[in-house]
């Protein structure tokens, strides 16, 4: 059964853990528990199931990157969003701003930081930040998303790096707007704060291409969970990106809280926290608990018995 599953998911996850550090660059992140691990799977035809710390409520970070990227695609639509950002992988750090600088004046995806900050200055003077919360509460089915003050002021404290990247991004043209107000933005954006067991919600949402799991109809265009999930599948773990996808085979997207969002189309959405991250500020337990999941369930996206396996019978 998938319970068992999951339980031995987390087994093999946690001794990755004291190879893992918790993020400190954001002080507030720090005080963050490193062995706290749970994960969480919702499947289409209604399962729930979990182990662990599913309901510990903690910081966002990234991962609000694929809310604001498809609030962007609906409000100001494709062309406008991917006009002044790239689709690629970068290969570089999510905080990095080198090739800005060498390589041509756009940032490569909306998934590293100067990608995120360039599409919230497209979000931000077009929904108010209080919506952006209402909409994060709807997509991921929790009403306790919340702003984290300590989070939010601590990252604000210790901006200097992407307030960096954000004046470039004006220097080069690709910000027009405020870019104070496209910062502040994007970090509320990076510190709600949310569960496990929200992001599977959210995992489950964007696996049925945007219609509410829940009855409550479409709540994201089509076009738009097509495009947020090929580029999570492609730009979602930063320059582990290749090998996760390899290894792996699911679109899924990292934060420094510790989260990760994740996705097997058309089958389950699943949420993870495990604070303690790896050299490239992925949860390093969580993507070996990934790795396993997908193996044992054949839910790599190019498997050949995928669909063939149903998680609940199975073990
Ligand atoms: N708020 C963080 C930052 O901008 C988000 C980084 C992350 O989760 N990788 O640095």
Do not use: W
């Not at 599953?5 to 093999?12: D, E, M, N, P, S």
């Not at 809310?67 to 494709?78: K, N, Q, R, S, V």
């Not at 209402?134 to 601590?154: F, I, N, P, W």
């Amino acid at each position: 059964m998938i319970e068992q599953l999951l339980q031995k998911a987390v087994q093999v996850g946690r001794p990755f853990i004291e190879k893992g550090a918790v993020a400190t660059y954001i002080p507030e992140l720090g005080n963050a528990d490193k062995n706290k691990l749970g994960i969480c799977v919702h499947t289409l035809d209604g399962g729930r199931f979990a182990c662990g710390d599913v309901h510990d409520r903690f910081s966002i970070q990234s991962i609000s990157k694929v809310i604001t990227l498809a609030a962007a695609l609906e409000l100001c639509g494709f062309d406008t969003v991917f006009e002044n950002v790239g689709m690629e992988p970068s290969g570089d750090a999510f905080n990095s701003l080198i090739k800005l600088e060498i390589s041509g004046s756009h940032p490569y995806n909306p998934m590293i930081n100067s990608g995120a900050i360039a599409v919230a200055s497209y979000t931000q003077p077009r929904i108010s930040f209080s919506n952006m919360l209402a909409l994060t509460q709807q997509l991921c089915h929790d009403k306790g998303v919340v702003l984290d003050e300590k989070v939010y002021h601590s990252e604000m404290e210790n901006v200097a790096r992407n307030r960096a990247i954000a004046y470039l991004l004006e220097s080069k043209g690709v910000i027009k707007g405020n870019v104070e107000e496209a910062l502040d933005f994007y970090v509320r954006m990076c510190s709600l704060s949310v569960t496990a067991e929200g992001l599977a919600n959210l995992g489950l949402l964007l696996a049925n291409d945007g219609v509410d799991p829940n009855g409550g109809g479409r709540l994201l265009e089509s076009d738009t969970v097509r495009v947020v999930k090929t580029i999570m599948l492609t730009c979602g773990m930063y320059d582990g990106s290749g090998e996760f996808a390899v290894r792996v085979g699911l679109p899924t997207k990292s934060g420094v809280g510790g989260g990760l969002l994740s996705l097997a189309d058309g089958q389950m959405g699943i949420g993870i926290y495990g604070p303690a991250l790896d050299i490239k500020g992925n949860s390093i337990a969580g993507e070996q608990m990934l790795r396993f999941l997908s193996s044992q369930l054949h839910l790599h996206m190019f498997d050949s018995s995928r669909f063939a396996v149903d998680p609940k019978t199975m073990l």
